[in-house]
């Protein structure tokens, strides 16, 4: 009788520890939603400033490549799991026609900087005094996507954290139809 | 004896009953009755987890007007859920494959039943 | 910043508490001392009040130097709401988590004062505090609530707009996180048990009391979750199989499993090991189902937002299971009883039934819900795993359940003796195939429908024997009210809430129609019985969302079906259904779209239908308030049982 209750909790512990490396394993699903803008369709607005780590970035000069624009903060829970797929994204789509670029959202210089080391310095981020940038793009809570095609017209908005083979996907469907 | 006469009874009774119910059972097998259950296994496309019968979003709705459309040309069930997963892809079906690896969401019930009933009777010889 | 610094302080005075009791419950044990750890269980309470204070501080007074409130809370927020924003996202949930396990383990401290020497309640308090532990430490780290928010910002995203025109957002989360934690104490009390060998005398059933508290609450909070969505979702249902769903009915279906089972081992002192492996397993599937609705591995409309707790929360559940089946497999073979089933269809044999049932649908559900993971990892692909699925497992489990209903409490002890059984059963089965008869000749004759209401008149049959057994008992022995205190009287309340609960719900979903109507102004039909008119359009602005509500009467009753767009983030619309209720049926209207091109607060538009005229959805569910009415059944019936004396007792009062 022993062996049964023993054999019975053998079989549990194997099946627990199968499942919790499985579940441990897994990786938050991220979602953002397309959502309608007035933007869609226009002229991308101006976009240029000074990097976080020192520099200039400027949207003009990114003309003839696919521009993904992301408006993030520190202080934004779903930035801080965006960010690490945001900078694969970006590595992985470095020399076929594709640039990323933050924008600081309403946020303190140190605390921006000290998020962007920690999590995603794969991409630059561009800082937004005063939130003029912010106020062009219409953004009223991060995280926010643009996805700007090669001729300079926003294709796409994406609220919510976007991961990055929803956003591999969405930069595709851009490039096919412009 | 006695007992036995109203068990009797009683079942007859029952049969009675079973038996109405059957004969006056609403036929289930017209084109929107066909058309209503196919709904409830196709998932809305921009919904996590709800049927194109009770969602109301776009996509859902015309999802349904497919469902129809192909119900009326007279393809088959099996036809129609195939042509619907090869334009939204395997996830729209909101049960998944019987085959391959979905196999395991139907053998493993019984199985669970199985061992838990081999358990209970070993349990209960245990004297 | 002095906000973040208090808050942070006060979660570290709590996490010393628990910490603290932790400490001294174990020297107590290994001294074999009284153990002074109420007072640690005190600090760590106060702390975390402390903690909660200083949030809802935050969030009433819109202080936007914490990031959850800006991110949460907005200044034109209800007071309500700003309220239960506490626990709208993941940081400022487990704020009430802490509170309700701080609140429990000083209660069972407390409750169980005089008996502060024995080791049970020493090792019990222990596993407590260390839970207590855990989820503060969580706190302090990844999932903190007190982050500072750098930015000077004046204004914040508000709360979702699903998690704020409903006030039920401040009922569903409190009653289903005190059935989670609750879970906690009988866990405890297993692992305890365990440790000190001593499975008999008064620790299982008080055991099964903290359970049927848990129960009670998180069956309530199940069922408030259900009206919730039901009430603001729009789509007229209320349970989806939804991941999040499954995570809260897994040890829902375990903690039921193993209050009956615990019944056989207060009368024949059966079961103990089984029992106590349903006690560990529904705290197991509690922190197992928390980390689904916190991980963000599963999609869920009901899921937080993702989060690094993912692998810390299956830590605590790998730690739970794994000390759990550990212990038993260490003293299992001394716990067993030395008595078995006498026969297969005796009461206990129909218990041992009840068992397999309930765990044999929990191992089915768990598996269903991982399965797109599983599917994925090997595949690739996404799958889904939905209704379709679950409900064809879930219906022949539901109908044997409801067999046992009308059986078991019938049922001798011991034996099974046909003749008694159909002596006690006679007038319910009479009473069910009249009550089908009579259906079939007024017209109700699908199947589904028959052969649930046949069953539901059974056990409710053998719910009101009992319970006019126990009266009769009470009033043989002077005292009617005693009844009340009677062992099976909670329990076949219950039963009888459940029954309604089960017409409810076979009865909506078998007859529920769905229909699209288009209305001019002034004009009115007549559907599925019921006259639906449309009189005009109302619209409504406030700071808090602006709405186009629509004057819709059905069946004499005024209702405002809405579309309403909520301020602060991104100007989020929802739709908002309007429901009119009674005991007969429900009839859900929802604004679908507005004719023309006059389309205010972000209704579809239809272009092809003339301007002025609205598309509503009208569906008519039968029966539907049965579920709440049910659930309340059920609520109250639990918490007699919370009093039911024991086996027993019952002889001697």
Known sequence: ?178 | MKVLRSFALWCVALLAVVVFSIALRPSGSGTLARTQHLETLVRCPACDDLSVAVSNATSAIAVRHEIATKVRQGQSDNQILTSLESVYGTSILLSPPSSGLGVLLWIVPLLVVVLLIVSALRLARRR | MTLTWLGRVCLYVSFVGTLGGVIEQLRALRQHRTSRAIRWAALALVGIVAAVGVMEFALITHNFSLAYVAENNATFTPLLYSITGMWSALEGSLLLWVLLQSVITFGVLYYYRRDRGDAVVGWATTVLFGIAAFFTLLMMGPADPFLHNAALVHQGAGPNALLQDNPLVAAHPPFLYLGFVGFSVPFAFAIAMLITGRVQDRWPLEQRRWTVLAWGSLSLGIVLGAWWSYQVLGWGGFWGWDPVENAALLPWLTATAYIHSVIVQDRRGLFRVWNLSLAIATFALTILGTFFTRSGVLVSVHAFSSSTLGPLLIGLFFVVVISGAGLLAWRGDRLRAPVGVDHPLSREGLFVANNILFVGFAIVVLLGTVFPLLYQAVNGTQVTVGTPYFASVAAPVSILLLVLMAIAPLVSWRSADARVLWSRTRVSAWAATLTIAVLLIVGIRRPAELAAVFLAVLAAGAALRTLRGALLAAIRRGSWRSAVRAPATGGMIVHLGVVILAVGIVTSTTYVTRTEVTLATGQSTVIDGQLIGFSGFRNVSDALRSATQLRVSVDGHRLLPAVTTYNGRNGQTVGTPAIDSNFTRDVYVTFEAVGGNGSTSGAQVRNNLPAGSVVLGVTVEPLLAWLWLGGLVIGLGSALSFFRRRYNDEVTT
């Open chain 1, 1 to 178: 009788m022993k062996r049964s209750i023993m054999l019975s909790s053998l079989a549990a512990i194997v099946v627990v520890v199968a499942l919790s490396l499985f579940l441990a394993t897994r990786h938050p699903v991220l979602g953002a939603t397309e959502a309608p803008s007035p933007l869609l369709g226009k002229a991308a607005p101006q976009l240029s400033g000074t990097k976080l780590g020192g520099g200039t970035w400027s949207l003009k000069s990114e003309l003839g490549h696919v521009v993904v624009v992301n408006f993030w903060a520190s202080w934004c829970g779903p930035c801080r799991v965006e960010a690490p797929e945001l900078s694969a994204f970006a590595w992985q789509e470095r020399n076929k026609g594709v640039d990323l670029v933050g924008v600081v959202f309403n946020d303190s210089l140190s605390a921006a900087a000290a998020f962007a080391a920690q999590y995603g310095s794969l991409y630059p981020s561009v800082v937004d005094p005063g939130g003029v940038i912010a106020n062009r793009y219409g953004i009223t809570s991060p995280p926010t996507t643009f996805v700007i095609n090669a001729k300079g017209v926003v294709e796409a908005t994406l609220l919510g954290p976007v991961g990055a083979k929803q956003l591999e996907g969405v930069v595709a469907h851009v490039k096919a139809t412009s």
